[in-house]
């Protein structure tokens, strides 16, 4: 996925997740509340966001959380 409307497809479908520490399990990124991106400042590549990390609150333990995407088809 080196174009970002691929990856901004996969997020629509529901094919991107997070790792929630407290749950200790993935959740989809569409089912976050997502609160943000932190971009990753030593990656110099073409696919920068496989790279972010992301700030999103867990609906089920209501902590806020970080995370690097997974993509599961």
């Not at 996925?1 to 993935?26: N, R, T, Y």
């Not at 609160?35 to 990390?53: F, R, V």
């Amino acid at each position: 996925m080196s174009h970002p409307g691929e990856f901004l497809k996969a997020c629509a479908e529901g094919k991107i997740w997070v790792f929630c520490d407290c749950c200790q399990v993935a959740k989809n990124l569409n089912q976050v509340e997502h609160l943000d991106c932190i971009g990753n400042q030593s990656y110099w590549g073409s696919e920068p966001w496989w790279h972010d990390t992301r700030v999103f609150n867990c609906p089920d333990c209501g902590t806020t959380q970080q995370s690097l995407v997974e993509f599961q088809p």
